[in-house]
């Protein structure tokens, strides 16, 4: 079975330091992997896809970088964060055997707080 | 515009007692994906269920099912038989075929199960 982990659980950052924030995926191979943003209270929303190995796609202009340097590992990245970058951050891969549902599966998530 | 709709920020329900999550679209893309997820306090995104736009009947999984009614653009979410367990941030999304599998969320409705 697929299973999807996330690390680290949580974390918290000064301004300005760098971020890494890590997804991986077992059991499935060639998935597309998505990055979420969660603001407290409110639904998600997408920051980066990828269809394979360095294909990143960026859906909104910010200070985030995301890169897929092995099939199953897709990472988010900071040079310097922000206070406005914390929030609940979510990976996802799809399950492209069904390609007409094509439903994403979720990680545990990373909370970041910026301080 | 692409959009999803939830106007319910938070919900009540006795246990073992049915209750209705609404949800509303928009879009004039023909062909699309309904999700609803399940959100506990741990922060997990927990796939629930899926309806596709061509889909004729409603899609049932278990004790959830979902009202499908394509010319209202609304799928709102049935559970039957609450449970404790249930309580949890509800979220509807929406995705699009020739989109990169992007799913674009509503704000939530917080359901409590009282007993």
């Known amino acids: 079975s697929q299973t999807i982990h996330q690390w680290p659980a949580t974390l918290v950052q000064p301004v300005g330091s760098p971020l890494s924030l890590e997804c991986t995926v077992e059991?499935?191979?060639?998935?597309?992997l998505y990055w979420y943003r969660q603001a407290a209270g409110r639904g998600l929303q997408l920051l980066f896809y990828s269809i394979g190995i360095g294909q990143i796609s960026s859906e909104v202009p910010q200070n985030l970088s995301a890169s897929r340097p092995q099939d199953r590992q897709f990472i988010l990245s900071s040079k310097k964060l922000l206070l406005s970058d914390s929030g609940f951050y979510l990976c996802a891969w799809e399950d492209l055997t069904d390609r007409e549902q094509e439903t994403q599966y979720f990680g545990p998530g990373t909370r970041l707080l910026v301080l | 515009a692409q959009k999803i709709t939830q106007t319910q920020p938070g919900m009540f329900v006795q246990e073992k007692e049915a209750v209705t999550l609404d949800c509303t679209y928009d879009t004039s893309d023909p062909s699309y994906g309904l999700f609803w997820y399940k959100q506990p306090s741990s922060g997990e995104m927990i796939f629930l269920i899926y309806?596709?736009?061509?889909?004729?009947q409603n899609a049932t999984e278990g004790r959830y099912s979902l009202n499908f009614q394509k010319a209202r653009k609304s799928a709102n979410l049935v559970i039957s038989a609450s449970q404790l367990g249930d309580s949890a941030m509800y979220f509807c999304?929406?995705?699009?075929?020739?989109?990169?599998?992007?799913?674009?969320f509503g704000q939530g409705t917080e359901l409590s199960v009282k007993p």
């Open positions: 309806q596709g736009s061509y889909d004729q």
């Open positions: 999304a929406m995705s699009f075929y020739n989109q990169g599998g992007k799913l674009i």
């Open positions: 059991g499935t191979s060639n998935p597309n």
